[in-house]
């Protein structure tokens, strides 16, 4: 028994000893020349505006993105030039023509010291088509997550009208408008700084022909090459303690406005409402754009888990750095207060 005790007591000393001996070496990050980080996601409904950055190295921690101020940003529009954009700030090279859809364009970005990069894409000529939606506020549906977690939700029922003329790919989600003055907020948009806040959150769904990757983060996504009629019935989930207390919807249509009060975590007293709008937020996006949104929803749950597959976020341009992509949206209204 003594002579085991010693054989663990010299086994720890020497562990010891090895650690406090141990030499501390600083591996140096490999060095990359930066490339150009090209983003542009375009729709019928506004002026194009490019955005150009570039990349960062491994040593590189600071937390504002490199913008390119002095860039030489050419659109084509099917095989005519349309213009050389204008820089106006943080990166954002803007042209004050719309697009249309079912043409495709073309961008090359140039920069000195810089490889160019170019990319083409198109906007679907489908504008999505949802009929007899309806946000029954009357019944409440138990549902959980993928954790054990229950939760009561609001059902939205739809459908969804397809020509099934050409492959459509869609996205939904919820997005709600509404007149929170909050300029102090970090975490919200503005349409109008003084009046107008939107905010786009997710949606729970059972629909089989949906992405798995888009249900993760409460997106339902699909293609039309799933559906089997051109007339589709739909069921979707809104968290109806999610919806009242971080974003001030009233429980039932009935209910009078929320007048303010503090969120369910304490962090932020929102001031009375004049208005609430809250729509079904329907996309339909060129196949870039669709690959671009799967591939971020499974990078974005596999973040921190070890045991993910993991993936990089889908690009269409040449270096592989940024989307260049088109897209029809329309909004549904779902709900009106105010």
């Known amino acids: 028994m003594k002579t085991r005790f010693s054989q663990t007591a010299l086994l720890f000393l020497s562990l010891f000893s090895c650690w406090r001996c141990a030499n501390v070496s600083q591996i140096p990050f490999p060095e990359t020349a930066p490339q150009l980080v090209v983003n542009c996601v375009f729709s019928p409904d506004s002026t194009w505006k490019v955005n150009v950055s570039q990349t960062r190295g491994l040593g590189d921690f600071s937390y ?6 002095h860039a030489r940003v050419i659109l084509w529009e099917a095989d005519s030039l349309l213009d050389t954009l204008s820089y106006d700030r943080n990166g954002n090279y803007l042209f004050s023509q719309k697009p249309i859809s079912g043409v495709v364009y073309r961008i090359r970005v140039e920069a000195t010291g810089y490889d160019p990069v170019e990319a083409s894409d198109m906007i679907p000529e489908q504008v999505p088509v ?5 946000w029954d506020q009357s019944r409440k549906v138990t549902l959980g997550d993928e954790m054990g977690g229950v939760y009561s939700s609001f059902p939205i029922n739809f459908e969804l ?13 919820l997005t709600q408008i509404d007149s929170c003055d909050c300029l102090d907020h970090p975490y919200r948009p503005h349409l109008n700084r003084k009046t107008d806040g939107w905010t786009t959150y997710g949606l729970d769904h059972r ?59 304490g962090e932020y007293n929102a001031p009375r409402k004049q208005y609430v709008r809250t729509y079904l937020d ?31 976020a889908y690009s269409n341009t040449t270096n592989q750095l940024g989307i260049f992509a088109g897209y029809q949206r ?9």
């Open 161 to 173: 009208v397809d020509s099934g003329r050409s492959i459509n790919r869609y996205l939904l989600q």
């Open 282 to 312: 329907a996309w339909n996006m060129s196949d870039a754009l669709y690959r671009y949104h799967l591939s971020y929803w499974t990078q974005s749950y596999a973040a921190g888990d070890p045991f993910a597959y993991h993936i990089n």
């Open 64 to 69: 504002e993105p490199h913008y390119i101020e």
């Open 207 to 265: 629909v089989p022909v949906a992405e798995s990757a888009g249900k993760k983060h409460g997106r339902l996504m699909f293609t039309s090459e799933a559906l089997l009629t051109d007339r589709t019935a739909m069921e979707a989930y809104s968290d109806t303690g999610y919806l009242f207390y971080v974003h001030h919807i009233p429980e039932t249509g009935m209910d009078t406005l929320w007048r303010g009060n503090t969120s369910a975590w």
């Open 330 to 338: 329309k909004w549904f209204l779902m709900y009106a207060h105010g």
């Open 130 to 134: 949802i009929e007899n939606l309806v």
